[in-house]
């Protein structure tokens, strides 16, 4: 394999596997996905220690992606934990994984889950800087130390929280929820009590390093995202944003593949133009979201809320979605949180390809509309975006019916044979085809 990272290679005009897969995988040409790494538009995070990994892009002309979070506490979790998350994260259809561990033997989950994952692993390197070291222990050596040992054992992207500056502090601190990103809120903490800058930031060219001898994508981190309405699109968001902007610059320079993380929590008449600014301050770097969470007041729906701004983030311009589960601002999700978070996002992003036109995207419509009319079940549940959910409820429908041997039938519970539009529709196609 070629030293080059994926940026460097495709600024040299070297088509790498990884760029073939994405293309393939993509429906667009080789020299497409070429050009997007190059200029920085598309990333394809991929560490040269992640063996078994099925390579994928991120960019907002590619298909949007959704990331899933797992990670034990620290109080609770296993290896074992971990991975039986996973393997729910691969099921119900992910295109990345991190890893937000803050307890317990954290490399040995991490290494534990680089080895079954086969998508993107993703990670926080604060939380396990902080889980061994604790905050006094921050310092520009610790957070090496952990970045090193991170990107030997494969982990394909990291978020580092560089751009919260010291000269943020004030305005962030004057709002209604204040700092809410875990590892923003411990660089904070930490630059009040040392007195000193964020030790990510001053250490930042070090970090390109390690990232380039690995391949390394690098996530910065929006670490004064705004956590709830009144705080959106405030001076503190957005001179952070301004610095994220100057770091991407550094990592292209240093052929170090980024993509940039954002809010949070955002009104719905505000998305179109978060997502134009962070397009215009980062050089069109992939835009990866949290959300946004698009009202406050929903808790045990927030998969719902934040998956509406996802799309709306989607359609103007994010590459990625962080999803969000029923168990937002409550507690930690359980397995049926995840499946709804993941698939509320998976529609999400689904809806804003298909809006968007991007090549290929509504394949899936187009046939499962003609299984519909052929009442083709099977082929309805396959076609589907959560299969076995689908069949879950015909299932169920037909047992209530008291009619459980209509599975093909030609019409659903809903209507029954007398009053299916699709039925009496065939009937018509057929007596106006004599």
Same mark, same amino acid.
């Given at each position: 394999?070629?030293?080059? $990272?994926? /940026? ?38 991929? &560490? ?20 899933? &979070? ?45 080895? #079954? ?5 993703? $990670?926080?390197? !604060? ?8 905050? #006094?222990?921050? $310092?520009?050596?610790? @957070? /090496? ?5 991170? =990107?030997? #054992? ?31 809120? +411990? ?6 009590? &040392? ?6 930031? $001053? ?14 994508? +690098? ?46 929590? !955002? ?64 507690? +930690? ?8 978070? !993941?698939?509320?996002?998976? !529609? ?12 290929? =995207?509504?394949? %899936? ?5 003609? =299984? ?50 699709? %039925? @009496? ?10």
């Amino acid at each position: 394999m070629s030293k080059d $990272t994926q /940026l460097k290679a495709a600024r040299r005009g070297i088509v790498t596997p990884a760029m073939a897969v994405v293309a393939q995988k993509e429906h667009r040409s080789e020299d497409f996905i070429l050009q997007g790494v190059a200029d920085g538009r598309i990333v394809i995070p991929c &560490n040269i220690n992640h063996r078994n990994l099925q390579p994928m892009g991120i960019g907002r002309d590619l298909y949007t992606k959704i990331n899933a &979070n797992i990670g034990n506490s620290s109080l609770t979790g296993t290896a074992a934990g971990e991975l039986k998350k996973l393997q729910s994260v691969l099921t119900y259809g992910a295109d990345t994984v991190m890893d937000l561990s803050t307890g317990g033997d954290i490399p040995l989950i991490r290494r534990s889950i680089l080895a #079954q994952s086969t998508i993107p692993v993703g $990670t926080v390197p !604060i939380y396990e800087l902080v889980a061994r070291y604790t905050r #006094q222990g921050l $310092t520009g050596e610790n @957070l /090496l130390t952990i970045i090193r040992e991170q =990107a030997e #054992q494969g982990v394909d992207y990291m978020t580092i929280h560089a751009g919260l500056l010291q000269k943020h502090l004030p305005a962030a601190l004057k709002r209604k929820l204040g700092i809410v990103s875990r590892g923003g809120a +411990l660089i904070a903490a930490h630059m009040v009590e &040392n007195d000193c800058e964020n030790p990510f930031y $001053t250490a930042f060219d070090r970090i390109l390093d390690i990232c380039a001898q690995y391949d390394v994508t +690098l996530s910065l981190g929006d670490g004064l995202r705004p956590g709830c309405l009144a705080d959106a699109s405030d001076e503190a968001q957005f001179s952070e944003l301004d610095v994220l902007g100057e770091l991407a610059q550094r990592c292209r320079q240093a052929g170090v593949q980024v993509m940039i993380e954002g809010p949070g929590h !955002i009104p719905l008449d505000e998305i179109a133009m978060n997502m134009q600014r962070e397009q215009a301050v980062c050089n069109d770097a992939p835009f990866y979201i949290l959300g946004p969470v698009v009202i406050d007041c929903a808790p045990g729906y927030d998969h719902l809320v934040g998956a509406m701004g996802g799309m709306m983030g989607a359609f103007h311009g994010a590459a990625m979605l962080c999803y969000v589960t029923p168990k937002e601002h409550i507690g +930690l999700p359980d397995d049926e949180d995840v499946r709804r978070g !993941i698939m509320a996002f998976r !529609i999400a992003a689904h809806a804003a390809d298909v809006a968007l036109k991007k090549p290929g =995207a509504r394949w %899936r419509d187009d046939a499962i509309s003609d =299984a519909r009319e052929s009442f083709d079940w099977e082929k309805q549940f396959e076609l589907a975006i959560d299969p076995a959910r689908a069949r879950q409820y015909r299932t169920e429908a037909l047992q209530a019916s008291n009619q459980p041997n209509l599975h093909g039938g030609e019409y659903c519970t809903m209507c029954g044979p007398d009053f299916c539009s699709v %039925r @009496l529709s065939k009937i018509l196609k057929n007596s106006c085809k004599k």
